[in-house]
């Protein structure tokens, strides 16, 4: 039977990827590294799939899109900022295929099929489907998450972008905290949620005091994570999420009460009601079109200029601030102009 490089890897105790950049002659790494890979190569018969090389070399026009799931949880908004940004570096060179990584059967990618694939990663269940592509020797982009592979990645510190936003809630005098999260499986999530908790120890405050409830990033998901916690009186309430974010405020309405005048809200990802609806929702903005964009970028000039360029590529996330976070700082500063004045009045 035929060695493989999986067969190689398993022997050198490293990564198909690894083994691959020896054979191959790709990437600056440890020259000695790569030809003790390729001396056991040849110890061990292995002779390159010249036909796979021939596909290979021939061109499909085909890009794969592959999220880690379409159905469960990506979110629609998400999903059409990805489409929109993908499409508009591709044009009509290069026809899309969408597909979900959780519904992939592992063993069954055809190198022929893609020139390329653009994988938006969430989860580390990923790692298998994205090990099968670089055994398979397909150019890969891996966006929305810092994987640590031969690939290039394209994604935004959302752990810093976190704690930007949980700052400016502080900044603005609010103690009594809620917090809406995703699904804690998830690498945003767990980056997120590791951002927001640095922020209070920042401050000398205890994360672990702050009540949180873990959504899903749908709007009835925020809805009920935010009747509950409206228990705990927050005077502000952090969503993982613009869509909860809006589900949350019908809760907050729901209960008579108001934001900002209430309760303040913080979303992320600034899709587009964030700035248009009747609430002008202070967000992290993370441009999902942006990233996508760039990862199209970098897979292209892979594909048509031969350019191999496997940075770790991270993209701003700014804090838009709009309307939805009152400053009770202010009102603190009113309150003592009040007294002052009743003081005045009564010497």
């Not at 913080?266 to 700035?275: Q, T, V």
């Given at each position: 039977m035929a060695v493989t490089i999986k067969d190689i890897a398993k022997k050198a105790g490293v990564s198909y990827s690894t083994v691959s950049r020896a054979l191959n002659g790709v990437g600056a790494g440890d020259t000695e590294a790569k030809a003790k890979?390729?001396?056991?190569?040849?110890?061990?018969?292995?002779?390159?799939?010249?036909?796979?090389?021939?596909?290979?070399?021939?061109?499909?026009?085909?890009?794969?899109?592959?999220?880690?799931?379409?159905?469960?949880?990506?979110?629609p908004y998400v999903l059409h900022d990805v489409l929109t940004g993908v499409y508009s570096i591709t044009g009509s060179k290069y026809n899309v295929v969408v597909k979900g990584i959780d519904m992939h059967e592992p063993g069954t990618l055809n190198p022929s099929y893609y020139d390329g694939i653009i994988v938006l990663s969430q989860k580390n269940e990923d790692m298998d489907f994205m090990n099968e592509v670089m055994a398979k020797e397909i150019p890969m982009v891996v966006i929305c998450r810092s994987v640590d592979i031969d690939a290039p990645n394209v994604t935004t510190d959302e752990a810093r972008a976190m704690e930007r936003a949980m700052s400016y809630l502080l900044d603005n005098g609010h103690r009594k905290l809620a917090v809406i999260e995703g699904r804690p499986e998830l690498d945003s999530n767990r980056l997120r949620h590791r951002g927001w908790r640095m922020a209070m120890r920042n401050r000398g405050m205890d994360p672990d005091a702050v009540p949180v409830i873990n959504g899903t990033y749908r709007y009835a998901s925020g809805y009920s994570a935010a009747k509950q916690l409206l228990s705990y009186g927050p005077t502000a309430i952090l969503c993982f999420n613009d869509e909860m974010a809006f589900g949350a405020r019908t809760a907050i309405t729901e209960a008579g009460l108001a934001v900002p005048e209430d309760i303040s809200l913080i979303g992320f990802d600034n899709w587009d009601l964030s700035g248009y609806s009747d609430m002008h929702l202070t967000t992290i903005e993370r441009n999902m079109c942006e990233i996508a964009k760039e990862g199209a970028r970098v897979l292209l000039r892979r594909l048509d200029e031969g350019v191999i360029d496997n940075r770790r590529i991270y993209l701003n996330n700014k804090l838009i601030i709009r309307n939805t976070v009152r400053n009770l700082n202010e009102d603190l500063s009113d309150e003592n102009v009040v007294k002052q004045t009743k003081r005045e009045g009564e010497s």
């Amino acid at each position: 039977m035929a060695v493989t490089i999986k067969d190689i890897a398993k022997k050198a105790g490293v990564s198909y990827s690894t083994v691959s950049r020896a054979l191959n002659g790709v990437g600056a790494g440890d020259t000695e590294a790569k030809a003790k890979i390729r001396r056991l190569a040849s110890e061990m018969g292995y002779v390159p799939n010249q036909a796979a090389i021939h596909l290979k070399k021939s061109r499909s026009y085909v890009i794969g899109l592959y999220f880690s799931t379409i159905s469960k949880m990506t979110s629609p908004y998400v999903l059409h900022d990805v489409l929109t940004g993908v499409y508009s570096i591709t044009g009509s060179k290069y026809n899309v295929v969408v597909k979900g990584i959780d519904m992939h059967e592992p063993g069954t990618l055809n190198p022929s099929y893609y020139d390329g694939i653009i994988v938006l990663s969430q989860k580390n269940e990923d790692m298998d489907f994205m090990n099968e592509v670089m055994a398979k020797e397909i150019p890969m982009v891996v966006i929305c998450r810092s994987v640590d592979i031969d690939a290039p990645n394209v994604t935004t510190d959302e752990a810093r972008a976190m704690e930007r936003a949980m700052s400016y809630l502080l900044d603005n005098g609010h103690r009594k905290l809620a917090v809406i999260e995703g699904r804690p499986e998830l690498d945003s999530n767990r980056l997120r949620h590791r951002g927001w908790r640095m922020a209070m120890r920042n401050r000398g405050m205890d994360p672990d005091a702050v009540p949180v409830i873990n959504g899903t990033y749908r709007y009835a998901s925020g809805y009920s994570a935010a009747k509950q916690l409206l228990s705990y009186g927050p005077t502000a309430i952090l969503c993982f999420n613009d869509e909860m974010a809006f589900g949350a405020r019908t809760a907050i309405t729901e209960a008579g009460l108001a934001v900002p005048e209430d309760i303040s809200l913080i979303g992320f990802d600034n899709w587009d009601l964030s700035g248009y609806s009747d609430m002008h929702l202070t967000t992290i903005e993370r441009n999902m079109c942006e990233i996508a964009k760039e990862g199209a970028r970098v897979l292209l000039r892979r594909l048509d200029e031969g350019v191999i360029d496997n940075r770790r590529i991270y993209l701003n996330n700014k804090l838009i601030i709009r309307n939805t976070v009152r400053n009770l700082n202010e009102d603190l500063s009113d309150e003592n102009v009040v007294k002052q004045t009743k003081r005045e009045g009564e010497s």
